[in-house]
């Protein structure tokens, strides 16, 4: 079994920064790739970052420029700093990754989600 587990989310005004981690643990064999998604209330999850295990990086169009992914492969950790954060930014932020377990092979992965809100 693999968990993944989020933290630093928070209540910041606009314009502040967050930076959220999440860590994978468990019968991990290697992880492909890790990112976070959000969710505001009434709309769909939604892509904000990923990276890949050779570093990699996938933004969406409405979060590049203010926010930066990296991982700590060693840690099995990665991190999103956000910066310059505005309210429509405001929503509940899911770790994923997909990752190969040592027994069930490829598998997707989501942490529990941590919420941000962007208000003054």
């Known amino acids: 079994q693999v968990q993944l587990v989020e933290s630093g989310g928070g209540l910041v005004q606009p314009g502040g920064s967050l930076r959220l981690s999440c860590a994978a643990s468990?019968?991990?064999?290697?992880?492909?790739?890790m990112g976070w998604y959000r969710q505001a209330p009434g709309k769909q999850r939604e892509l904000v970052a990923t990276i890949t295990s050779d570093g990699n990086r996938n933004y969406a169009d409405s979060v590049k420029g203010r926010f930066t992914i990296s991982s700590n492969n060693a840690k099995n950790t990665v991190y999103l700093q956000m910066n310059s954060l505005k309210p429509e930014d405001t929503a509940v932020y899911y770790c994923?990754?997909?990752?190969?377990?040592?027994?069930?092979?490829?598998?997707?992965?989501w942490g529990q989600g941590t919420q941000v809100t962007v208000s003054s």
């Open positions: 468990g019968s991990i064999f290697s992880i492909y790739v």
């Open positions: 994923n990754a997909y990752i190969r377990t040592m027994v069930e092979g490829y598998m997707n992965y």
